[in-house]
C-alpha cells in the first residue's frame, strides 16, 4: 500500500456529473481489476479521504484512471481540479476481482449499473489480456438516460460485447440491468458485478435462482480504507475467523465478495 502525492495527467468531463481523471503514480505497479484508492481533499475540514475504484491501470505510463460521479464535496473538488494538480492518494486498496474464478468459465458476464461500471472495465480489460473468456465476454451496462448521457460504453465495446439498458428505454433495454439480462435469457457460467445495492441485490437473487457463482463489489461508506475503524461492516453469512461474528470489513476483506456471502 502507497501514500503518496500524485500528480493529475489527463482530465476530463464523461457526462453530466462524471468526470474521468487520470493520475501518474507508483501505485499503478501494483494495482490489480477491482481495487480502489483513498483520495485525499484539499480541506484542512475534512480529513477523511474518499474511496474512489480503479477504473484503469497503465503500468508502462505509470498511470491510474478514476472515473467518478460527483456526490459531494469531495467529488466536486477532485472534478474542478485540471492537469498537473496534486492530490494524495491511498492504495491500491481491498481485494479486487479474482482472475482465477473464470479461469475455466466458458461465458462471462460482467453487470455495471451507472457508477458502479468503471472498475468492471479493468476487469474487462485483464480478461481480454490473460485470453480468459475468449470471445464470450458480455458486459451489460444500465444507465439513467441517453439525456443524462451514456459514459465508458465505447470503451467496454473495444473489449467485450456490450448490452446496454435504461430506465426510460432511450437506449438498449428499457428498465434495469437485469431486465436485459432476463430479456436476452444470458445463462453466464460465471458474474461480475458492481453498482448500487438494490442492484447488487437482484443480480445475488438472479444467480442463486440459478445457480451461478457470483462476485459483487461493494460501495459501503468508508473513513480509513484500511481496515482499522471499523466503519465500513457488512453482514457476511460465515462467522469471521478472528473476532467470531458474521462481519466483514468491505474495506480489506472487500469491496469484492461471494455473493453468495452477503446478507443485505
Ligand atoms: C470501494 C469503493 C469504491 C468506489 N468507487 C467509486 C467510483 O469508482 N466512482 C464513484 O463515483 N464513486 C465511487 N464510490 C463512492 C464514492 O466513494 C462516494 O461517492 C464519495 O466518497 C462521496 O464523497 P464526497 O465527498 O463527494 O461526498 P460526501 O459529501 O461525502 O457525500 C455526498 C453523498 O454521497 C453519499 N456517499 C458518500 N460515500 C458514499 C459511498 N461510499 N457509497 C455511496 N454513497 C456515498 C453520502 O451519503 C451523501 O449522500 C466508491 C465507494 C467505495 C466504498
Ligand atoms: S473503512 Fe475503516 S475499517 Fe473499513
Known amino acids: 500500500m502507497i501514500n503518496e502525492s500524485a500528480k493529475i495527467v489527463k482530465h476530463e468531463k464523461l457526462a453530466e456529473g462524471v468526470f474521468s481523471t487520470s493520475f501518474e503514480c507508483c501505485i499503478s505497479e501494483t494495482a490489480l481489476p477491482g481495487q480502489f484508492v483513498m483520495v485525499g481533499t484539499k480541506s484542512d475540514a475534512r480529513l477523511l479521504r474518499r474511496p474512489i475504484s480503479i477504473c484503469e491501470t497503465d503500468r508502462e505510463k505509470g498511470t491510474i484512471r478514476l472515473v467518478y460521479r460527483v456526490a459531494g464535496y469531495g467529488t466536486a473538488e477532485l472534478s474542478k481540479a485540471g492537469t498537473g494538480d496534486e492530490f494524495k492518494l491511498l492504495g491500491p486498496l481491498g481485494n479486487g476481482f479474482s482472475l482465477e474464478k473464470a479461469q475455466d468459465k466458458k461465458d462471462i458476464l460482467l453487470i455495471g449499473g451507472g457508477i458502479g461500471a468503471p472498475p468492471l472495465l479493468s ?142
Open 123 to 264: 476487469l474487462a480489460q485483464a480478461l481480454r489480456r490473460t485470453g480468459i473468456g475468449k470471445d464470450s465476454i458480455t458486459a451489460v451496462l444500465g444507465y439513467r438516460s441517453m439525456n443524462a448521457g451514456l459514459f465508458l460504453n465505447e470503451e467496454f465495446g473495444k473489449e467485450v460485447r456490450v448490452l446496454l439498458s435504461t430506465d426510460d428505454g432511450s437506449v438498449g433495454v428499457r428498465g434495469t440491468v437485469m431486465d436485459a439480462v432476463r430479456e436476452r435469457e444470458l445463462k453466464p457460467d460465471i458474474i461480475y458485478s458492481c453498482g448500487p445495492l438494490v442492484m447488487l441485490k437482484a443480480v445475488k437473487e438472479f444467480a442463486e435462482e440459478n445457480f451461478i457463482p457470483a462476485y459483487i463489489s461493494l460501495e459501503e461508506r468508508m473513513a480509513c480504507g484500511v481496515g482499522a475503524c471499523l466503519g465500513c461492516m457488512v453482514r457476511t453469512k460465515n462467522k469471521d475467523a478472528h473476532s467470531h461474528v458474521n462481519n466483514a470489513r468491505v474495506c480489506t476483506e472487500g469491496p469484492v465478495f461471494d455473493a453468495s456471502e452477503v446478507e443485505f
